[in-house]
């Protein structure tokens, strides 16, 4: 069965940071696609950031340069490092999980993509 468990949320000042962990088991973590997305209240699920087996990354323009994805096979583990927090990142962020011949990077930020979901994690950002 797989599972995902995503850890690392809190609360922050606007400006600070946070890393976000998502530890995966039940699968065999280097031959899935990995993604974070993120839902604040009132607004749909989005995809933000997101990891091949090899390390290909995509991010929404808004989080290029603030949010670095990142993944350590031999832990099973996915990462979020985000920097430069504002208000508008408060929000539940998930982590998403998909074998990667169903991977396609036209459809990274769809979550339609992705069969396997953690229960997220919640970050608030106080300005």
């Known amino acids: 069965q797989v599972q995902l468990v995503e850890s690392g949320g809190g609360s922050v000042q606007a400006g600070g940071s946070l890393k976000l962990s998502c530890v995966a088991s039940g699968v065999t973590f280097s031959g899935y696609c990995m993604s974070w997305f993120r839902q604040a209240p009132g607004n749909d699920r989005e995809g933000i950031a997101y990891?091949?087996?090899?390390?290909?990354?995509y991010y929404v323009d808004s989080m290029k340069g603030r949010f670095t994805i990142a993944r350590d096979n031999a832990k099973n583990t996915l990462y979020l490092q985000m920097a430069s927090l504002v208000p508008e990142d408060s929000a539940m962020y998930y982590c998403?999980?998909?074998?990667?011949?169903?991977?396609?990077?036209?459809?990274?930020?769809?979550?339609?993509?992705?069969?396997?979901w953690g229960q997220g994690t919640q970050v608030a950002v106080s300005s």
């Open positions: 990891i091949d087996s090899l390390r290909v990354t």
């Open positions: 998403a999980a998909e074998i990667t011949s169903r991977c396609h990077r036209s459809s990274w930020s769809r979550n339609r993509t992705y069969t396997h």
